[in-house]
């Protein structure tokens, strides 16, 4: 049985509520647009910082797109949303959102990942397989994604900053992952992606750093933040 597509509608409308919130809300730089293809597949991969990622870059991405996310944000108003957005729910192993996420990319549109698979240093030193398990099955490119400037050291995880707060949404040079010959058997070929996609990561992470005042967080990222004010 074939898995349900998301609908594009949902991305035609919900991404202007991303696009508010990254420029009017809070003030996003925005590097690379021109780095995400106009049209195809494409697999946009991003470090995770904090709660509004997901938001921000869906926002700033010129076309509509896919997020796959955890079911656990998949509960009450909010979940409505992202219902309603046509986001791709990732439950279990997730073997159903990548179903959809491929299906997606089969129709020629985005899907976004956020690698890492949990909210915290955003600095990608490991990152979970399925975003190379779609770009090994699509043959669609891939585009390293930096986000800064989301949580800061000492913000909790679900830090939602105060207006006006500066973020910066870097896209990097796309990468098609394409297993050399000698690289052999769906095990193989999955893992030689994986780790090409973690270093095209982590390499796009680096360069924005290296251009920005801006930095990521450097504390525990699951520390709870009892009280303490975010400052913008």
Do not use: Y
Request: hydrophobic share 40%; aromatic share 4%.
């Amino acid at each position: 049985m074939s898995p349900a597509v998301p609908s594009r509608w949902g991305p035609r409308w919900s991404r202007w509520v991303g696009r508010f919130l990254a420029r009017v809300l809070w003030r996003t730089e925005v590097r690379g647009r021109d780095n995400v293809p106009r049209t195809g597949a494409a697999i946009v991969v991003c470090n995770h910082l904090g709660l509004i990622d997901g938001p921000v870059v869906h926002g700033v991405i010129p076309r509509g797109s896919h997020f796959l996310i955890r079911i656990e944000m998949m509960t009450g108003p909010l979940g409505g949303i992202l219902r309603a957005a046509q986001q791709i729910t990732v439950e279990g192993a997730g073997r159903e959102a990548l179903a959809q996420g491929l299906a997606v990319l089969r129709r020629g549109d985005v899907i976004g990942v956020f690698p890492e698979g949990t909210r915290g240093a955003g600095t990608a030193t490991a990152v979970h397989g399925g975003a190379a398990w779609l770009a090994i099955q699509s043959g669609a490119p891939v585009v390293p994604t930096t986000i800064v400037g989301s949580r800061r050291t000492g913000e909790s995880v679900n830090i939602w900053p105060r207006p006006g707060r500066r973020l910066l949404v870097a896209f990097g040079e796309p990468v098609v992952l394409t297993p050399p010959p000698e690289v052999r058997g769906g095990r193989a070929k999955q893992e030689w992606a994986a780790e090409r996609l973690a270093e095209a990561l982590r390499q796009q992470v680096a360069r924005t750093l290296e251009t920005t005042d801006l930095e990521l967080p450097l504390d525990d990222p699951r520390r709870e933040n009892r009280g303490g004010e975010d400052q913008a």
